[in-house]
C-alpha cells in the first residue's frame, strides 16, 4: 500500500462525521458462515495482498455499509476485531470479529449497529475502548500519541460526553505538549469520569500528570480573567 494511500485514509478519519443509513431488516434464520464472511472479506482486498484489508478497501467498506470511517462505529468494530492498525483489518481479525458477532453480510452488521454503539455505554467496556482506542490510533513507530491524532481520538469519545472537553482542548492547543502518552491518556479518562466542572473536587496533590495539574491551573486562571472582564 503506498504513502499516499495511508495519507489520504489518515485525512479522511480525522473529520467528525456521524451519519448512517437506514438498516434494512436481516433474516436472523440464516445461520453465520464464516466462508461467507470470508467472500465478503475478500471484496475489499486486493490480489497482491488478498489477507489485508487496506486503505483503499476500508474506504469501500464504509460506503458500503454506510458510516463514514471515522465513526465510532468503526472503533468498536475495530475493537470486536481487535485490529492492531487503524486503516487495516488482517483476514484473522476480520473472522474473530465477524466470528463473535454473528455476521457475515452487510445488511447482518448494519442489524448490529445499534448493539455496537450500545457497548459503549457499559462504563467499564467503554474504559475498554477507549484505552484500546490509544494503542490502535497511534503511530507503531512512536510509544506516544502525536498531537493531531489524540485530540481527533478525545473528540470522538469524549467530546459529547465531558463537559471540560471544549476547555481541555483549547488548553492543548495552546499548551507546549506535541504528544500524549499513555499514563496521560488514561488519567484524562479518570478526570472526565471524577472531576467536577467546578473543579472543587480536584486534589493539587493527588497522583494526577503534571498536564492536568496544568490544565487546571490554566482554567482556573482562564475563569478568573472572564469574572473579572
Avoid at 476480520?94 to 455476521?103: A, P, S
Wanted: aromatic letters at 14%.
Amino acid at each position: 500500500m503506498s504513502s499516499n494511500d495511508d495519507e489520504r485514509y489518515t485525512s479522511k478519519r480525522l473529520r467528525n462525521l456521524n451519519g448512517s443509513r437506514r438498516v434494512p431488516k436481516v433474516d436472523e434464520t440464516q445461520s453465520f458462515s464464516q466462508k461467507r464472511s470470508l467472500t465478503w472479506f475478500r471484496e475489499y482486498t486486493t490480489p497482491d495482498d488478498p489477507d489485508t484489508l487496506g486503505p483503499e478497501g476500508m474506504e469501500k467498506f464504509c460506503e458500503d455499509i454506510g458510516v463514514e470511517p471515522e465513526n465510532i462505529v468503526m472503533l468498536v468494530l475495530a475493537y470486536k476485531m481487535q485490529a492492531r492498525q487503524m486503516g487495516f483489518f488482517t483476514k484473522e481479525e476480520w473472522l474473530r470479529g465477524f466470528g463473535d458477532l454473528q455476521c457475515d453480510s452487510i445488511q447482518k452488521l448494519q442489524y448490529r449497529f445499534d448493539y455496537l454503539r450500545g457497548l459503549l455505554n457499559d462504563q467499564n467496556t467503554f474504559k475498554a475502548i477507549y484505552r484500546y482506542a490509544y494503542d490502535f490510533a497511534r503511530d507503531k513507530d512512536q510509544r506516544s500519541m502525536d498531537m493531531e491524532t489524540a485530540k481527533a481520538m478525545l473528540q470522538l469519545l469524549l467530546g459529547k460526553h465531558w463537559p471540560l472537553y471544549t476547555q481541555f482542548s483549547q488548553f492543548l492547543d495552546q499548551s507546549k505538549y506535541k504528544v500524549i502518552n499513555k499514563d496521560q491518556w488514561c488519567n484524562i479518562l479518570e478526570f472526565s469520569r471524577t472531576i467536577y466542572n467546578d473543579l472543587s473536587n480536584y486534589d493539587v496533590d493527588g497522583a494526577w500528570p503534571v498536564m492536568l495539574d496544568e490544565f487546571v491551573e490554566w482554567l482556573k486562571a482562564s475563569r478568573a480573567k472572564t469574572n473579572t472582564s
